[in-house]
């Protein structure tokens, strides 16, 4: 029986597809989770008691509103996202890249990112039949080389460009000006994610005006709401209407959508988190690079990439766990990662037992 299903697989599922591995999730259960760029902070308890007012009112019997007229209008206001540009939602960004690529796929159809960048780039690609190539970013201090980018983008003319601004997982911020000139050399799309903008403080918004070909892509993710799963893609109507029709008529839950539209109402909490933890970036920065054998980069996200003495990766990483923190393993992921590990940064408490737990394993 098993022999006759792998016979079936292999005949029906497409190659690219058997080829992958499924993204892979850690167990966090009982750690100090510094793993996912998660915002550390619970709602304030008064919050709490407004949310689940408003969650009392939403019909579970009913399909959700397949537009999401009032939950867009709130997002434009706290994202100030220009009256002329429209908004496509999804299920997380995650599900905006999938959407993406499904309307460029085709035959030699090619998805290009700076490497190493966030993975979904490239196995969404695969895993929808597009062509992936990655650009080397330089391995010193992971900065865009646009030579190389131009270069590469001039030989393979790719439909879309993603770039994750800023990089996840190096936490840079590429100039401002490099990025225009590739948007004027690219042919296709260029999609600029700005999953960590509420670290960053830098955006393309105001300049989606400026290029026919542009797309700017954001997610209330790492502004705090990881668990509502919710994305948006902004740009002219005329692309955003093409991709509307491949977004399943549902995709926002009335959960997800009455949970947003209540709390962004107190976007200023949000933000007042997002301030702590641009603070508390910088003294664990401080005292990370104050360890002997740590080279850790500066960062414009919530996270921070650093690399430790050669070969103790993995044993750190592990070390870390059992002592009960959780963070992310990225050597062996892309050659420029070797020896490297990066942490989200949590509450001051939960960044202290962090470096407690790392100095005895140096
Ligand atoms: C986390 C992350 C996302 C995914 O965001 P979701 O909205 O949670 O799917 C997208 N892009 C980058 C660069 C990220 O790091």
Known sequence: MNEKIGQLVRQWIRPELRELAAYHVPPAAGLIKLDAMENPY???EA?????LDCLREVEL?????PACGAL???LRKVMAIPESMDILLGNGSDELIQLIALALQGTDRVLLAPEPSFVMYRMIALATGLRYQGVPLRSDDFSLDLE???AVCEQYQPAVIFIAYPNNPTANLYPEADLRRLIEAAPGLVVIDEAYA???????LSSLADYP???VMRTVSKLGLAGLRLGLLTGAPAWIGELEKLRLPYNINVLTQASAQCLLEHYDILEQQTARIRHDREVLFTRLAELDGIHVWPSRANFLLFRVPAGCAIVI???????GVLIKQLHGSHPALTDCLRVTVGSPEENSCFLEALKPLL
Do not use: C, I, Q, V
């Open 42 to 44: 619970a709602l304030p």
């Open 47 to 51: 919050l709490t008691g407004t949310w």
């Open 61 to 65: 019997n009913r399909y959700p509103d």
């Open 72 to 74: 867009k209008k709130s």
């Open 148 to 150: 190389a980018m131009l």
């Open 198 to 204: 509420p670290f960053a403080e830098a955006s393309f």
């Open 213 to 215: 070909n542009l797309l």
């Open 317 to 323: 990483h592990t070390g870390l766990r059992d002592a």
